[in-house]
């Protein structure tokens, strides 16, 4: 079946500097992307969305990047806090039968070092 | 504004007990999710509601899983009886009806012994 998954499962990086997770999607069909991050017990938080008329959207110190050829997905993440220590995970909208479905990717853990 | 609020955070049964997990969405958020995130996997849907309707319950285990939505507001998940397998982090989310975004919840993380 179609699915969201991740090339890279953990990543490390020093603070300061710039981080880029990257995700691939199968479903052409997607319209609508989003990242989530999530800290050890929490939940996922809301971080960036683009929808699939975008190739690019920013946020603050996040830029989400879409390439619909080669349906490849990234969030870079600028000069990287010990804070941004999580779990993140890009998920693609399925819409089935008119409704949303987010399908979620396995996730890929940042960690950056003071 | 109150994010969505999930009771109880964390809760240890022995397999064939059974369990039931409370979410309460966000203010006037129609749309209600409930997924399960098992141990280093992202979050899988299990039901969606719209309102107090089921919208999409198509990956939900309905032999051992169910869930209402009574009022339109805040819903139960139900687990009866529970399996090993089932130990997961259970997420609650809601969103607006007709917008994308949707809000987690901290989770319930259940251990089955």
């Known amino acids: 079946g179609e699915s969201v998954g991740l090339h890279l499962p953990t990543l490390s990086v020093q603070e300061g500097d710039n981080s880029i997770i990257n995700c691939a999607y199968s479903?052409?069909?997607?319209?609508?992307f989003i990242w989530y991050k999530q800290e050890s017990g929490k939940g996922p938080q809301f971080i960036i969305d683009?929808?699939?008329?975008?190739d690019k959207r920013q946020g603050q110190r996040v830029t989400v990047l879409l390439n619909k050829t080669v349906k490849h997905l990234s969030l870079q993440i600028a000069a990287t806090q010990p804070g941004d220590s999580a779990v993140y995970f890009c998920a693609e909208n399925m819409r089935d039968t008119g409704f949303q479905k987010l399908v979620f990717g396995t996730g890929t853990r940042l960690l950056v070092s003071p | 504004e109150a994010g969505v609020a999930q009771s109880p955070r964390y809760k240890i049964i022995e397999k064939r007990q059974s369990v039931a997990f409370w979410c309460n969405p966000i203010?006037?958020?129609?749309?209600l999710y409930w997924y399960q995130q098992i141990l280093g996997q992202g979050p899988k849907l299990l039901i969606q509601f719209q309102n107090n309707g089921v919208v999409d319950d198509s990956q939900l285990p309905k032999d051992r899983f169910s869930a209402e939505r009574l009022k339109g507001v805040d819903s139960t998940l139900k687990i009866q009886p529970a399996k090993l397998e089932d130990s997961a982090v259970y997420l609650c989310a809601s969103s607006l009806v007709g917008r994308d975004t949707q809000y987690f919840g901290p989770g319930t993380r259940l251990t089955v012994l």
């Open positions: 203010s006037g958020h129609a749309t």
């Open positions: 683009i929808r699939s008329n975008m």
């Open positions: 479903n052409s069909a997607s319209d609508y």
